[in-house]
């Protein structure tokens, strides 16, 4: 009579068995595994994290019975992602001049397309084939519409950042904001964004939770983040902003119930909005960051076309070549993306109603008419922060008056205000309006 196999036996059995079902699935399966034994799978064009469910099956599909009880399954997923690890994974490593599109990787330089392969370590990849013929004639009658003429430069930007959203990094530093009332185009031109990168490559994180590095998780290889109807009362908190727009730095995500991790994300970011919000922090730095593009012509409703969003659908493959014509032209001028007309009128308001000081002081300093030839009328900041202090009904900074006075457009330097006061900061060349011409002072 043959002895029962003793435990250890058993153990063994069980685990040259995980072991055979795990080198199977490597020989089958194109796998990575990062530091954190997160696991992704090569699809043939970028790599796809894998749920932990997803592990399970694929190692009940290849280990059958000896996979039967969770155990084994358990014990095949962690040599599998021992088998599979790589020291450092760095995301998209393809050069800032190449696109990864559905056909292969393109060249905007030589409008050639590769081959995609492994190494490329790509999170997404464009839903489009490349076709330099491809036309689009409903989307440039739309764009005519929205701003008069395919040759605005609004049009220009449009095309410039449907081009930065494409592209497989996030260098040039600015995101997008779409402003203006409503019925003139904003969200159609956000659709077309989406349908651009996929659905499946956007997200939506709101500009007030930028900072939790729970929610922030959302954009790990995502492509575009889209917020519509921001409300006046948003927040864009200026340090995890500029972060993320510059994204030449990593960021930290903590997700829930997974080991948390250091990030450099691709994402761009993209805002339609009829209300601007508001900003805590920097403005200038934040302005400074945002391609505005103001969307003001109004479609009349007898004119608006309910199945617009279908057509241009059905056009995305020239809409896609017209986008990557706009890839062409950032790359062409490093990185620098036309001034749409009307933005320094939207920065303007915007200015104006962020920060009261530059609202009042934009209204009450006028040129100063010459006191005697050579000498240049000076007005000490001091005396500035005291009128508005009592103008607007809180603490005022003369640190504050210099920066929106510069702002403005103001020279601010050290002066003798007088023969008896000593070297103060003035403004030259400047007087404020007295009460009786509308400032209280």
């Not at 995980?18 to 696991?39: G, K, P, T, W």
């Not at 391609?291 to 109004?298: A, K």
Request: charged share 30%; glycine share 6%; net charge neutral.
């Amino acid at each position: 009579m043959t002895d029962s196999p003793t435990y250890i036996e058993k153990f063994q059995q069980r685990k040259r068995s995980a072991d055979n079902v795990a080198d199977e699935i490597v020989e089958n399966v194109v796998l990575m595994a990062d530091r954190d034994a997160r696991v992704y799978s090569y699809n043939g064009r970028h790599w796809e994290r894998l749920t932990a469910f997803q592990l399970e099956r694929l190692a009940f599909k290849y280990g059958g019975a000896e996979a039967a009880r969770a155990s084994q399954r358990s014990e095949i997923c962690k040599l599998l992602a021992l088998r599979v690890a790589i020291d450092e994974v760095t995301w998209g490593r393809v050069a800032d001049h190449e696109i990864s599109c559905h056909s292969g990787v393109l060249d905007l330089k030589t409008e050639r397309v590769r081959s995609h392969t492994p190494d490329d370590y790509l999170e997404a990849t464009l839903p489009h084939d490349f076709d330099p013929s491809a036309a689009c004639p409903t989307w440039d009658r739309t764009i005519e519409d929205w701003f008069g003429s395919a040759d605005d430069s609004r049009a220009t930007a449009l095309q410039e950042f449907c081009g930065y959203i494409i592209s497989s990094h996030a260098r040039y530093k600015k995101a997008g904001l779409l402003e203006g009332p409503g019925d003139t185009g904003k969200s159609i031109a956000v659709g077309i964004a989406e349908q651009l990168v996929g659905r499946s490559s956007c997200c939506s994180l709101s500009v007030d939770s930028m900072d939790d590095p729970t929610r922030l998780t959302i954009i790990k290889g995502k492509m575009l983040n889209v917020m519509s109807e921001l409300s006046s009362k948003a927040l864009v908190k200026d340090s995890m902003f500029k972060t993320l727009i510059s994204t030449e730095e990593h960021v930290f995500l903590n997700p829930k119930y997974e080991p948390p991790e250091m990030y450099l994300p691709i994402c761009k970011h993209l805002i339609a909005t009829n209300d601007l919000p508001r900003i805590i922090g920097r403005t200038a730095e934040i302005f400074n960051r945002l391609l505005i593009v103001p969307f003001n012509r109004v479609i009349d409703t007898d004119k608006q076309d309910p199945k617009l969003g279908r057509r241009l659908v059905g056009e995305m493959r020239g809409i896609f070549a017209w986008a990557v014509r706009g890839a062409q032209a950032l790359l062409n001028n490093r990185g620098q993306f036309t001034q749409p007309s009307g933005r320094e009128r939207v920065l303007d308001e915007w200015r104006r109603s962020t920060n009261p000081l530059l609202d009042w002081l934009s209204e009450s300093l006028v040129k100063a008419s010459g006191d005697e030839p050579g000498r240049r009328h000076v007005l000490p900041l001091a005396n500035i922060a005291h009128r508005a202090r009592n103008r607007l009904g809180k603490t005022v900074t003369t640190v504050e008056v210099g920066k929106a006075a510069r702002e403005l457009g103001w020279e601010v330097k050290d002066a003798r205000w007088s023969a008896e006061r000593p070297v103060c900061k003035c403004i030259m060349d400047a007087t404020l309006l007295s009460p009786v011409e509308g400032n209280e002072g």
